[in-house]
Antibody, heavy 119, light 107 residues
Framework: EVQLVQSGAEVKKPGESLKISCKGS????????IGWVRQMPGKGLEWMGI????????RYSPSFQGQVTISADKSISTAYLQWSSLKASDTAMYYC????????????WGQGTLVTVSS | DIQMTQSPSSLSASVGDRVTITCRAS??????LAWYQQKPGKVPKLLIY???TLQSGVPSRFSGSGSGTDFTLTISSLQPEDVATYYC?????????FGGGTKVEIK
């Protein structure tokens, strides 16, 4: 069974750094892209970017390029989303998700990680 | 980058009604279009991919159509459990942008 398990909720102050994780299991981690999706409170879904753990090829949405870093450690089947300096506007739920064998639509989703940035 | 525009942003309909949601791409995306359902407080769920292919386990009252720039999601007979926000997403190439969402409520 394919599973994506994300790290727990975080409460941070503006200016702090953060790295959240998404551990894949039940499939070949290096063979599928993993994407990150943001959902700000009461708002819609925003596609942030995607990484192919096999070779670390990464694509970002222009809206998030330079604002976050997506990475992966294939030795432990884990993808990451990180910030070097958080802002209050980074407060959101963040989901990781994986496409299917036949296309880049997102079939499997993590449970979400709530990030709260507040002074 | 290609923009995805959904309409309406919200709707209210009675149980049993036929509901149609529209998604428009700013450029042609062939049939690389998916629809998701997100119930309040829950993780999004894939409903339809390739514009019209129903994901396994999704009730047959859901259907999708369209190609190129104009797409629709139809619920043939709205049920109480369909209360949710629905999103379209293009996935032909990065960035795989979502539409703004359509909130569906029961009248």
């Amino acid at each position: 069974e394919v599973q994506l398990v994300q790290s727990g909720a975080e409460v941070k102050k503006p200016g702090e750094s953060l790295k959240i994780s998404c551990k894949g299991s039940g499939y070949s981690f290096t063979s599928y892209w993993i994407g990150w999706v943001r959902q700000m409170p009461g708002k819609g879904l925003e596609w942030m970017g995607i990484i192919y753990p096999g070779d670390s090829d990464t694509r970002y949405s222009p809206s998030f390029q330079g604002q976050v870093t997506i990475s992966a450690d294939k030795s432990i089947s884990t993808a990451y989303l990180q910030w070097s300096s958080l802002k209050a506007s980074d407060t959101a739920m963040y989901y990781c998700a994986r496409p299917d064998d036949y296309g880049d639509y997102l079939v499997y989703w993590g449970q979400g990680t709530l990030v709260t940035v507040s002074s | 980058d290609i923009q995805m525009t959904q309409s309406p942003s919200s709707l209210s309909a009675s149980v049993g009604d036929r509901v149609t949601i529209t998604c428009r791409a700013s450029q042609g995306i062939s049939n690389y279009l998916a629809w998701y359902q997100q119930k309040p407080g829950k993780v999004p769920k894939l409903l339809i991919y390739a514009a019209s292919t129903l994901q396994s386990g999704v009730p047959s009252r859901f259907s999708g159509s369209g190609s190129g720039t104009d797409f629709t999601l139809t619920i043939s007979s709205l049920q109480p459990e369909d209360v949710a926000t629905y999103y379209c997403q293009k996935y032909n190439s990065a960035p795989c942008t979502f539409g703004g969402g359509t909130k569906v409520e029961i009248k």
